[in-house]
């Protein structure tokens, strides 16, 4: 699994999101690079080949929630080998045995996007200067 670390985002690379989510998106990516926690409430279209995976079986299935929900904690981006853009959620709705899932997304499947909360991180003290004023 790739790291998420800080990548530049670019509005283009959100070119294939509807443009009601773009702005949503772009700040919650440009916050966590900038150091803040961001939690995050989606709606997701799968985009690879790759087998569903299989409530039960792979995650608890909650009530209410359909296999296209997630929210959770936003961890970062990155660039494909290719320069596709694509963010990583550690995602509440596919917890199993006391861990969270992750979704890896590509920006063309978001169907729904809403940042839920931002905390910054906390300011570092700096020391009071010394010696004679």
Do not use: C, H
Request: hydrophobic letters at 45%; glycine letters at 12%.
């Amino acid at each position: 699994m790739t790291t998420p670390v800080a990548v530049t985002v670019l509005a283009s690379d959100l070119a294939g999101v509807r443009e009601n989510l773009r702005a949503g998106v772009l700040l919650a990516l440009l916050a966590v690079n900038n150091g803040a926690t961001v939690e995050v409430s989606l709606t997701y279209r799968k985009q690879t080949k790759s087998a569903p995976r299989i409530a039960g079986q792979d995650y608890v299935e909650l009530p209410g929630i359909g296999m296209d929900v997630f929210f959770g904690t936003l961890t970062g981006s990155f660039r494909t080998k290719a320069g596709a853009l694509r963010f990583r959620v550690n995602s509440g709705a596919r917890s199993m045995g006391g861990e969270n899932g992750w979704l890896t997304v590509i920006p063309e499947g978001l169907t729904g996007f809403a940042v839920t909360r931002i905390l910054t991180p906390a300011p570092v003290a700096t020391p009071a200067p010394t010696g004679a004023a």
